[in-house]
Nanobody, 121 residues
Framework: VQLQASGGGLVQAGGSLRLSCAAS????????LAWFRQAPGKEREFVAT????????YYTDSVKGRFTISRVNAKNTVYLQMNSLKPEDTATYYC???????????????WGQGTQVTVSS
C-alpha cells in the first residue's frame, strides 16, 4: 500500500495550493480519505475528510470556507484545494485512508509520507 502526497510548496499569505495524494495497493473507492497536518512542535491535527460512500465531507473549523477536499476514484487520487492561505496553515500535510468515516488519526490505516506547505506573511 502506498499513498504518495504532492503539491506542497512555498506561497504567500492569501495564495492557493492544491495538494494531491495518489493511492495504490488498496481498493480506493472503498476507503474514506483524509488530510491531516503537523506543524513543528505540535501534534498532528485533522484537516478534512471525504467518505467513500456518499462523498460526505467534514472540515476542521479553521479551514472551513477556504479548503476543499475532493476525490477522483478513477484516478485513485484525493485532492485538497487550499485557498486564502494563512501563515498558521504552515505544516507538513499528510493524506490518510480509513475504512470508517472518522476524525481521530488512530482510525486511519494507511498514511502518506507528507508534503510541506509553507505560507509566508
Amino acid at each position: 500500500v502506498q499513498l504518495q502526497a504532492s503539491g506542497g510548496g512555498l506561497v504567500q499569505a492569501g495564495g492557493s495550493l492544491r495538494l494531491s495524494c495518489a493511492a495504490s495497493g488498496i481498493a480506493f473507492s472503498s476507503y474514506t480519505l483524509a488530510w491531516f497536518r503537523q506543524a513543528p512542535g505540535k501534534e498532528r491535527e485533522f484537516v478534512a475528510t471525504i467518505s467513500w460512500s456518499d462523498r460526505s465531507t467534514y472540515y476542521t473549523d479553521s479551514v472551513k470556507g477556504r479548503f476543499t477536499i475532493s476525490r477522483v476514484n478513477a484516478k485513485n487520487t484525493v485532492y485538497l484545494q487550499m485557498n486564502s492561505l494563512k501563515p498558521e496553515d504552515t505544516a507538513t500535510y499528510y493524506c490518510a485512508a480509513a475504512t470508517q468515516f472518522a476524525i481521530p488519526p488512530t482510525t486511519y490505516n494507511y498514511w502518506g509520507q507528507g508534503t510541506q506547505v509553507t505560507v509566508s506573511s
